[in-house]
């Protein structure tokens, strides 16, 4: 019965798819700003990974950043004490609005987080949140934009001088379902594409020395079972996950091409959010096949469980944000409140079974059970992925798939700009899916 609910469900929702600074001196701006060009310059001179070509592209944009005249690197007033430091992207609402509240429950960490408006942020920690300056900072970051991206490392890189960062979430994304027509960032690239994947990938390079620092750093890229097809939410229900050749992604070669959909084909908004979040779960194993052995840093992938309240959907109708809730809790069961999802995120930070890398964390919960309501109680018991423990789920092939996911890196570095240390060990131990190879 549940399938046949789930099975409708399904096919409704696919149709519904398709409609605080101190600045610092002049002097000694600029001799941060000169360092850390040359520190870059060097980098891509370096790059084992780049052609001439694209050397030469990355080597002028790193310099049009770093050399310009208006931009100003800041030092945030920052006040960690012995706190650990995490950076979470995307903390106004939702999923990354309880990651911070949990860690902030917790004492012991200093979070520092990045949205596109620091003031609204600002107000939510304090007014609504009771959060304190000893618990959070709020900085700026659009990730719709890679200068912004590049500013908010540089800022934070100033901000933390010889402190590391202790961990990284990679939290905040967008998701436009009913969008019939692309939009696209400043760089010219797919909103969900550029926001939940490309500027991901560029904050973690950027970040990337400070995470070094650090003892025993972390880093968490959200992903979902949407992104990956070996699930009934991301293999059933239209559209599926699909990169294909790259070919929309290999199609960058300067600033100012356009990326509209990663395989090269027609834009469908459902389908972009979807892949990019394969992106996000592809760039986490690649950083721990890449990284992990040499740095000693831990690259994670999790899925939440479905938060199915979130404002994520926002651009879905009213009567799907109305049901859409209901259904997860009472057919699927993979319904989870935003707070345990932002304990379960928070938990890959701190939790030392969290410490292995490379894998893909998720849930155990009631999620195979249909609920039913318990008078007793007075709550829903029996389903919901609520509750549970924690294990290393197994993601699709697709994301797996090592020869893809070495384009989708390639191709990623290349429209960033992103630069990466030169302590690469390829392949080292890479996840293995069935076609890993192909
Ligand atoms: N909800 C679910 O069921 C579910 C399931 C699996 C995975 N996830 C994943 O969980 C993560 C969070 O989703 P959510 O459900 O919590 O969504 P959400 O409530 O919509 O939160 C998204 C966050 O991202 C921020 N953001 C969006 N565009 C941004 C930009 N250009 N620059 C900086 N920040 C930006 C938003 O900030 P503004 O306030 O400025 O818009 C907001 O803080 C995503 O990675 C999503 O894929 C969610």
């Not at 605080?20 to 370096?46: A, C, G, H």
């Not at 890679?146 to 960062?165: A, I, M, N, Q």
């Not at 356009?258 to 990019?276: E, H, L, V």
């Not at 999790?302 to 809730?325: D, H, S, V």
């Amino acid at each position: 019965m549940k399938y046949i609910l789930f099975f409708f469900f399904s096919l409704i929702s696919s149709i519904n798819a398709f409609q605080t600074f101190i600045p610092s001196s002049s002097s000694k701006v600029s001799s941060i700003r000169k360092s850390r060009s040359q520190e870059l310059v060097s980098d891509l001179k370096n790059t084992k990974f780049l052609q001439a070509n694209d050397r030469q592209i990355l080597t002028k944009q790193y310099m049009a950043f770093d050399f310009f005249p208006s931009m100003s690197i800041k030092k945030k007033k920052f006040n960690p004490e012995n706190r650990k430091t995490v950076v979470i992207t995307g903390t106004t609402s939702g999923l990354g609005k309880a990651t911070l509240q949990s860690l902030a429950n917790r004492g012991d960490w200093y979070i520092i987080c990045a949205n596109r408006d620091p003031t609204r942020m600002d107000k939510i920690a304090k007014e609504e949140m009771g959060l304190t300056d000893a618990d959070y900072v709020s900085m700026n970051v659009d990730l719709m934009s890679f200068d912004s991206t590049r500013k908010f490392c540089s800022e934070l890189k100033t901000s933390l001088g010889s402190k590391g960062l202790d961990a990284l979430i990679c939290n905040a994304a967008i998701y436009k379902p009913a969008d019939p027509i692309p939009r696209y960032s400043e760089d010219g690239i797919e909103a969900s594409l550029q926001s939940n994947h490309l500027s991901h990938f560029l904050m973690i390079s950027g970040l990337f020395t400070s995470l070094q620092k650090a003892k025993n750093a972390r880093v968490t890229v959200v992903g979902s079972i949407t992104g990956n097809t070996n699930s009934i939410g991301g293999g059933l229900v239209w559209p599926r996950a699909d990169l294909g050749e790259l070919k929309g992604m290999q199609s960058w070669n300067e600033p100012g091409d356009k990326i509209t959909m990663i395989d090269g084909k027609s834009f469908n908004g459902a389908k972009a959010y979807k892949d990019s979040k394969v992106c996000n779960m592809m760039t986490a194993n690649e950083l721990h096949s890449r990284y992990h052995e040499a740095t000693g840093i831990t690259f994670n992938t999790m899925y939440p469980g479905c938060i199915a309240e979130t404002p994520l959907f926002r651009e879905k109708r009213q009567w799907f944000r109305t049901l859409f809730p209901v259904f997860m809790k009472y057919v699927t069961g993979g319904y989870v409140s935003e707070k345990e999802a932002g304990d379960r995120l928070g938990q890959t930070v701190w939790d030392p079974i969290c410490a292995e890398s490379g894998k893909y964390w998720s849930w155990n919960g009631d999620a195979k059970q249909v609920g039913r309501y318990d008078i007793g109680k007075g709550q829903v018991v029996g389903a919901g992925g609520a509750g549970g423990e924690i294990f290393a789920n197994t993601p699709s092939n697709d994301v797996l798939n090592s020869f893809k996911a070495s384009k989708m890196w390639d191709a990623s570095t290349k429209i960033t700009g992103a630069v990466w240390p030169k302590v690469s060990i390829p392949n080292q131990s890479r996840p293995i899916g069935k076609n890993a190879s192909v």
